[in-house]
């Protein structure tokens, strides 16, 4: 079956080029994971940042429109 060469040369495998491979894949998804974390993260952020932004520019245009709707109203009061 398998004799002792055979096993020798498996466990160098494991442990040279398996072992440090299945580290390596470790580490990278462990980065990709906190990653992941972080993008989720910004992500919430911009899209409160954009909700603030959005509001504030819906209230600029309603206090214009005000602005307007008064100043008409004084155009109309002085050309009469």
């Known amino acids: 079956m398998i004799d002792d060469q055979t096993f020798k040369v498996l466990s160098v495998v494991m442990q040279w080029i398996i072992a440090p491979v299945a580290a390596f ?3 990278l998804y ?3 994971q906190n990653h992941t974390t972080d993008i989720a993260v910004l992500k919430a952020r911009v899209d409160a940042a954009k ?3 959005d509001r ?3 209230e600029i245009r309603e206090t214009t429109r005000a602005i307007m709707e008064k100043l008409n109203s004084i155009e109309e009061a ?3």
């Open 51 to 53: 909700a603030a932004h």
């Open 30 to 32: 462990q980065r990709q």
């Open 56 to 58: 504030e520019i819906k």
């Open 25 to 27: 894949v470790w580490v």
């Open 78 to 80: 002085l050309r009469k």
